[in-house]
């Protein structure tokens, strides 16, 4: 059996799949929500203290700091139980991501060798022209026919390789 994700109707959806650093970020907080309060009480706790030291209450400045140690315990705590909580979680998401840029090397590869198969056809197209255009300035009919090989040769011809990257790009191919 394949560990390959099964077939969904988001298959096609990149957005679905691909999250930029807002989305990142606010799925982090959804998922760990404790983290950050604990930072915040934290910084609250720091402020306090610092606000009890400028006026000169001791006893307000020990209660702050006791209360900023309160504050990183609760935080230290959250991170291990967040850490264990979405342990299997973070796994398929790093295997997921691993899935992503495979795919994404994957499809930049064959467009390559799309490229470099449009390449070689007109390359074989063009040495196909010069040969008819040496053919018939060979056998002796003069520039004039020459000319004309090219021109009907070039008349078959699809186009050139601007052509082949704008389909590549345009999902033409």
Known sequence: MSGAP???????????????????????LREEPLI????ALTCYALLGA??????????????????????????????????????????????????????KAKEKNEAWIRELEARDRED????LRKNAARAAAASGQGVGAARKALEESERKGEGGILDAVSDLLQGRH
């Open 36 to 39: 950050p309060l604990g930072c």
């Open 124 to 127: 074989k197209e063009w040495k």
């Open 50 to 103: 610092t606000r009890s030291i400028r006026a000169g209450n001791h006893a307000q400045t020990n209660r702050m700091f006791r209360a900023r140690i309160y504050a990183q315990g609760f935080t230290l705590l959250a991170v291990v139980a967040g850490s264990m909580y979405y342990k299997t979680d973070r796994e398929k998401r790093k295997e997921f991501n691993g899935l992503v840029a495979e795919n």
């Open 6 to 28: 099964l077939p969904s109707s988001f298959d096609n959806d990149r957005d679905f799949y691909e999250e930029n650093r807002w989305q990142k970020f606010s799925r982090r």
